[in-house]
């Protein structure tokens, strides 16, 4: 192959820049965001590995005074140091904080949509995210609200199991006791409130009278351990549906990890359908990166269980390596 | 005109739209300039591989899970090799994701 991966994604990256260059102008962006919004693409790309340290330009026609070019050799020192450019990592917290609930429809499985709307409601999000102009993560994360609105569903559920808990007599019939318990802690103590779900506070211990327990964990359990607030109690602990979240990097489904708290709930079984024999196999042999084709398919046919396709113009992400293709011949065996 | 958005989620893409949130969060740029970016890169995309790239690559492997939704195959393959001239990749996994080429609107 003539051109090598590297100079392909360089013109890609000039034939952008001069194209947007008008548009730039036309919404008073200037020259100098164009030139930092390439300088950046450049570096990542290079920390990424995409393109190589040595990027050689055909003559480049320029018409304004020519830009200072940085030297992509050294890291990006930015423009003068008017603000302390965050760091992707700064800005986007890492992954366990932003994964959506299974519920939730985050599309972003597999592939949602049409063509028009094929990454995940890229679109929408760009809008959404950056128009708040709060440090969202980049479209592919799935926006946080709808986990985190569900939260205090979470938690108000642990207010009354943490009720019921607190209980440090063995009863007969556990259930209506502790029903009674919190009905009498609801009317007894006003700083319950209506149950609220930020209340993570051990309620008031002045509770009228002693139910007997028999079940669970020995009551004195809590009094060894200084109750530290029912953060593990919730259903969806971070980074068990990472899955849902993007396709592409390799991470595993996280093992539901919430056990050791909950001793009388039954579990969901949520995870049952997840890919875990997949996801073994990745953690073991990737770590890093999941191979990817991203391509267009002229014709896909099936005889019994032999599958056959023909793609074209694809980009492979194969063993941390770029391989672009014209076309491809897939013959796979179900 | 609409894009194939596919390629965002490449190397290339993803690095561009790392670098279009950070610069739309330090108000370098409005949204709808980043939108216009993407689009921009989901044509030069398509067109640079339709002519600069011109090789060919065979895929042979074990068909783990196929899906066809909304006008796009997706499938999943174990124990895979990718061969052309210079390439012979075996990989335990691969993920192909493929748009109709039909549908490119012109």
């Known amino acids: 192959m003539a051109t090598n991966v590297s100079a392909v994604y360089i013109q890609v990256v000039d034939d952008v820049i001069s194209k947007i260059r008008d548009e730039f102008i036309n919404f008073g962006a200037g020259e100098s965001a164009l030139a930092e919004l390439q300088a950046m693409w450049e570096m990542k790309m290079m920390q990424a590995g995409a393109i190589s340290g040595n990027i050689e330009r055909p003559a480049p026609q320029k018409n304004v005074a020519p830009t200072p070019v940085h030297d992509l050799n050294v890291p990006y020192e930015g423009p003068i140091e008017e603000y302390e450019t965050p760091t992707a990592d700064m800005l986007f917290p890492p992954t366990p904080i932003q994964t959506p609930l299974p ?140 899955e849902l979240r993007t396709p592409t990097p390799a991470v595993a489904t996280p093992k539901p990890n919430k056990d050791e708290a909950e001793d009388d709930e039954p579990s969901l079984n949520e995870d049952d359908d997840d890919d875990d024999e997949l996801d073994d196999d990745q953690d073991d042999d990737e770590p890093n990166t999941q191979h990817l084709v991203l391509a267009l398919f002229d014709k896909v046919t099936r005889t019994k269980s032999r599958w056959k396709c023909t793609l074209k113009d694809g980009i492979m992400h194969l063993n941390n390596r770029d391989i672009l293709f014209n076309k491809a011949n897939g013959e796979f065996e179900f | 005109m609409s894009t194939f958005e596919l390629y965002r989620r490449s190397r290339i893409g993803m690095c561009l ?73 075996p990989v335990k996994r691969v993920k192909i994701v493929a748009c109709d080429s039909k549908l490119l609107s012109q």
Request: aromatic share 8%.
């Open chain 2, 17 to 89: 739209t790392e670098t279009l949130d950070e610069m739309v969060t330090n108000e370098r740029l409005s949204p709808d300039l980043a939108i216009q970016v993407l689009m921009q890169f989901d044509r030069s995309m398509t067109d640079a591989l339709e002519n600069q790239v011109k090789s060919k690559v065979s895929i042979k492997g074990h068909l783990h899970t196929y899906r066809f939704c909304d006008n796009v195959w997706t499938f999943i393959l174990k124990d895979a090799t990718f061969k052309s001239e210079e390439l012979n990749e």
């Open chain 1, 103 to 242: 519920g939730t429809d985050s599309g972003m499985y597999n592939i949602p949509t049409g063509p028009s709307d094929y990454a995940p409601s890229p679109i929408a999000d760009i809008r959404n995210s950056l128009d708040l102009k709060t440090g969202r993560p980049s479209p592919y994360m799935q926006p946080p609200s709808p986990w985190m609105n569900q939260r205090p569903l979470g938690v108000d559920v642990n207010v009354a199991y943490v009720d019921g808990r607190q209980e440090t007599d063995r009863g007969s019939s556990q259930q209506a006791m502790t029903q009674n318990v919190v009905n009498q802690l609801h009317k007894g103590s006003p700083k319950h409130g209506q149950g609220s779900g930020t209340s993570k506070v051990i309620p008031d211990r002045g509770r009228p009278a002693l139910l007997p327990q028999s079940d669970g964990v020995q009551d004195d359990y809590d009094d060894l351990f200084p109750f530290q607030g029912v953060a593990t109690e919730d259903y969806n602990t971070p980074g068990d549906h990472v």
